[in-house]
């Protein structure tokens, strides 16, 4: 198993940002994807942001123009900037990593989640 370390959640004010930062502690071989979900209370978890080892990005439709993911091969490293933050980003965020898969529909490794607050 490899521990994704998660950081950077908190509580924010609306129109506020965060960055998560999530890190492949001890991997020793490349994610061909990672990225973040989130779950908020009562919904089911949803993929917020994912990018491919090439770059390649994608974004849910109600974070886009807003959070921008990034990522550092070397380092096995990935962000989330969140910007213009609102109450309904509200959840807990998990980092995510496929090792094979480019698209990170079913992740083999999660990290253990960060809460972020969006008060209005």
């Known amino acids: 198993q490899v521990p994704l370390v998660e950081s950077g959640g908190g509580l924010v004010q609306a129109g506020g940002s965060l960055r998560l930062s999530c890190a492949a502690s001890?991997?020793?071989?490349?994610?061909?994807?990672m990225g973040w979900y989130r779950q908020a209370p009562g919904k089911q978890r949803e993929l917020v942001a994912a990018?491919?080892?090439?770059?390649?990005?994608i974004y849910a439709d109600s974070v886009k123009g807003r959070f921008t993911i990034s990522r550092d091969n070397g380092r096995n490293t990935v962000l989330l900037q969140m910007n213009s933050l609102k109450p309904e980003d509200t959840a807990v965020y998990y980092c995510?990593?496929?090792?094979?898969?480019?698209?990170?529909?079913?992740?083999?490794?999660w990290g253990q989640g960060t809460q972020v607050t969006v008060s209005s």
């Open positions: 995510a990593a496929d090792p094979r898969n480019y698209d990170l529909e079913r992740p083999p490794y």
């Open positions: 001890g991997a020793i071989f490349r994610f061909n994807a």
């Open positions: 990018v491919t080892s090439g770059g390649s990005a």
